[in-house]
């Protein structure tokens, strides 16, 4: 069992439509979460990161974090083809420690 | 936001050549760096943590003398791939993380594609 699981996709939605990426992890000692966000032939960039459980949201993207249940999710609204790209969920134990990235799920948003 | 500067952007050398890529973080001092590797469609993977003052961890089955890491300093470290092979042809990405006491995200360079012909 991998330690960050993400289902690879690809994930296709409508332009407007909500998407909806899940990762699940199995340290239940994790403390941070993070959703970067990587397109084809380029580096990845953060998108968000939550630490408490419960909801954050930042403009059009939104992250869950469930620790009972050891996911976290993001949700990202009204979807735009922009939004097409491969979403990289990582999770770290301490704030020292190194982050264990998943393999990512690629989102497809069609016009 | 936090800034990660990596350079080069992309080489292109012959086999045999060793090749140096430098990893800064501009606007912030980061103790840790990571280095990761990327093949085409295939998952980021850590290849080692780059230490300030200190040697490397690497991670398991990536060769330390092949891939030499030196964090000369708060803001500055590099990769060099030592007589550098097709097969070491990847986009090789640094990473840099604020030092703080809070758990602070990583903020990636923009890669170094590395082609051995």
């Known amino acids: 069992q991998k330690e960050v699981e993400q289902n690879s996709g690809p994930l296709s939605v409508p332009e407007g439509a909500i998407a909806s990426l899940n990762c699940t992890y199995s340290?239940?000692?994790?403390?941070?979460f993070f959703w970067y966000r990587q397109y084809s032939g380029k580096s990845p960039e953060l998108i968000m990161f939550?630490?408490?459980?419960g909801d954050k949201e930042d403009g059009r993207f939104t992250a869950q974090l469930n620790k009972a249940s050891q996911y976290v999710s993001l949700l990202i609204r009204d979807s735009q083809p922009s939004d097409s790209a491969t979403y990289l969920c990582?999770?770290?134990?301490?704030?020292?420690?190194?982050?264990?990235f998943g393999d990512g799920t690629t989102l497809t948003v069609k016009p | 936001g936090a800034v990660v500067s990596q350079h080069p952007s992309r080489v292109i050398c012959k086999s045999g050549t060793s090749v140096k890529i430098e990893c800064r973080s501009l606007?912030?001092?980061?103790?840790?760096m990571f280095w990761y590797r990327q093949f085409p469609k295939q998952s980021l993977m850590l290849m080692a943590t780059?230490?300030?003052?200190?040697?490397?961890?690497?991670e398991q089955g990536v060769e330390k003398d092949k891939f030499l890491i030196n964090h000369a300093s708060l803001t500055l470290s590099t990769l060099t791939v030592t007589s550098a092979h097709p097969e070491d042809s990847s986009f090789y990405i640094c990473?840099?993380?604020?030092?703080?006491?809070?758990?602070?995200?990583?903020?990636f360079g923009d890669g170094t594609r590395l082609s051995i012909l």
């Open positions: 990473s840099a993380r604020v030092d703080s006491q809070g758990g602070q995200p990583q903020h």
């Open positions: 340290d239940r000692g994790s403390q941070s």
């Open positions: 939550i630490y408490s459980n």
């Open positions: 990582a999770v770290r134990r301490t704030n020292a420690g190194k982050s264990t």
């Open positions: 606007d912030f001092q980061a103790t840790t």
């Open positions: 780059s230490n300030e003052g200190s040697k490397a961890t690497y």
